[in-house]
């Protein structure tokens, strides 16, 4: 697809407690973003382990994530750190960027957010069977890969496609990535792209990125497309205080 600049922004997991117009989405939205979650950020599997941000300042101590990329053996509450390595990271920052934009916080075209483009351009490689993919689809893959470890792809594989995918549209500029394995169309066919069935309209204040005065429009409230509550919870849960079901 020919991308133009500005017409999808999204943020790596290196950037979301870098780039200040990325953190003032996180700071200011993660709480209108996750309402229905008890304004907690949750990644990984309902049926097993998953990791659990109470805070945009717990997302920004965990960001970026480092070591080599596995899968979660336990459930984490505010973690700096995990055994699922750079993958957590990038499972946690693809998941702001999937529901950030179709909560209409980050730029994307009316009608399709950046969760709705196909993967594409995998054909010959142990990724093939992403190709027809969309985004989503593919955070759904990660994020059961992270809390289960059961996935038809390896983690280094979910991992190769999906650390770049949160910098395919850094700060609204096109890369290399976004033009050679991203779509609007399905690249197997199948018509028209799924559309997000959100509102993109921004219809409440926040703070402008930078500061001051301006406003920032933002979307209303949404139910988020991946959304968990662990039902193998670690003990660090149910000390937390989090009316987390389980306990």
Request: aromatic residues 6%; charged residues 10%; proline residues 7%.
């Amino acid at each position: 697809m020919n991308f133009s600049a500005g017409q999808f922004t999204t943020h790596g997991q290196s950037h979301w407690n870098i780039i200040p117009t990325a953190r003032n989405v996180l700071d200011d939205n993660l709480a209108v973003v996750y309402a229905s979650q008890g304004a907690r950020l949750v990644v990984g599997d309902t049926a097993n382990f998953e990791l659990l941000f109470s805070s945009p300042l717990a997302v920004e101590n965990y960001l970026p994530a480092l070591g080599n990329p596995g899968i979660l053996t336990t459930s984490l509450l505010d973690p700096t750190l995990s055994g699922s390595g750079v993958f957590g990271g990038d499972v946690v920052a693809l998941t702001l960027d999937v529901d950030s934009s179709a909560g209409g916080l980050l730029a994307h075209p009316a009608g399709i957010s950046f969760g709705d483009l196909y993967l594409t351009g995998y054909d010959g490689t142990s990724v093939a069977g992403l190709d027809g993919k969309t985004v989503s689809q593919l955070l759904a893959i990660d994020n059961r890969a992270l809390g289960d470890g059961i996935s038809d792809f390896s983690i280094d594989d979910l991992n190769l496609v999906s650390n770049p995918l949160g910098a395919a549209f850094t700060d609204g500029q096109i890369t290399n990535f976004s033009c050679d394995h991203l779509t609007s169309t399905n690249p197997n066919g199948g018509g028209n792209p799924i559309v997000t069935p959100r509102a993109v309209e921004p219809t409440s204040v926040g703070r402008a990125a930078g500061g001051g005065n301006a406003p920032l429009l933002v979307a209303p409230p949404f139910q988020p497309e991946i959304f968990h509550l662990n039902q193998n919870i670690a003990p660090e849960l149910c000390a937390s205080g989090l009316l987390v079901p389980g306990c």
